[in-house]
C-alpha cells in the first residue's frame, strides 16, 4: 500500500531557532510531504534568530484551517513567544489536538501547548527552563532527548533534532487519516 503525502504546518515567526526549522522542514520535503508554514502574517519574510536561513510564510494564522492539515510542527527560539498572543494560533493548535493529529514541539515551541492549555496529564519535554512552567500547567516534563504522549512530540534543543524528527516522521507514516 503506497503511503500518502501528509500536509504539515510550521508555525513559525521571527527569531526562531535556525536548526529547529531547517532541519525538520527539510526532513518533511524530503520524506515527500507538503510543507506549508503559517504565521501572523501571509508572505511575511521570517528570519532565524542566527540569521542563517529565512522563510517567507505561506498563510495567516487567520486564514489557516487545521482541517486542512495532517500535522503541525512549531519550532522553538524566540519564535513562540512571538505567537503566543495569537488567537488564531492557539485556535489552530487546539483544533488539531482535538482531532488527533500530529503535534511536534520543540525547546520554546511547547510553551504555545501550554498557552493552548493542552498539557493536563500528558508527559512532555522542553528547553529545560521550561520545566515549572509545564508542571504548572498540568504537564510532567520528562527530561529527555524526545517524548511522545499519544499526538503530542515534543524534544528540548538543537541537539534533540535527530530524535525528533525520526519520531515526527514516523508518526507521519503511521497516522491514521
Not at 519574510?45 to 486564514?63: F, I, P, Q
Not at 492557539?90 to 510553551?111: L, N, R, T
Request: charged share 25%; glycine share 6%; proline share 5%.
Amino acid at each position: 500500500m503506497m503511503e500518502h503525502a501528509k500536509r504539515v504546518a510550521f508555525l513559525l515567526a521571527n527569531d526562531f531557532e535556525d536548526s529547529e526549522m531547517k532541519n525538520p522542514y527539510e526532513a518533511i520535503v524530503k520524506n515527500g510531504h507538503e510543507a506549508v508554514i503559517i504565521s501572523l502574517e501571509k508572505g511575511a519574510e521570517l528570519t532565524g534568530k542566527n540569521g542563517t536561513v529565512t522563510y517567507t510564510s505561506h498563510l495567516s494564522a487567520d486564514e489557516a484551517d487545521a482541517a486542512h492539515y495532517d500535522a503541525v510542527i512549531i519550532p522553538g527560539g524566540k519564535s513562540p513567544s512571538h505567537l503566543i498572543d495569537s488567537e488564531p494560533v492557539i485556535e489552530f493548535i487546539k483544533q488539531m489536538d482535538k482531532d488527533h493529529k500530529v503535534i511536534a514541539a520543540i525547546c520554546h515551541g511547547p510553551q504555545l501547548l501550554v498557552r493552548a492549555k493542552l498539557l493536563e496529564g500528558r508527559n512532555i519535554t522542553a528547553y529545560p527552563e521550561l520545566h515549572e512552567e509545564i508542571n504548572d500547567a498540568g504537564g510532567r516534563f520528562i527530561d529527555n532527548a524526545v517524548v511522545v504522549d499519544e499526538n503530542l512530540i515534543t524534544s528540548r534543543t538543537p541537539e534533540d533534532e535527530p530524535y525528533f524528527i525520526e519520531e515526527t516522521i514516523k508518526m507521519l507514516g503511521v497516522a491514521a487519516y
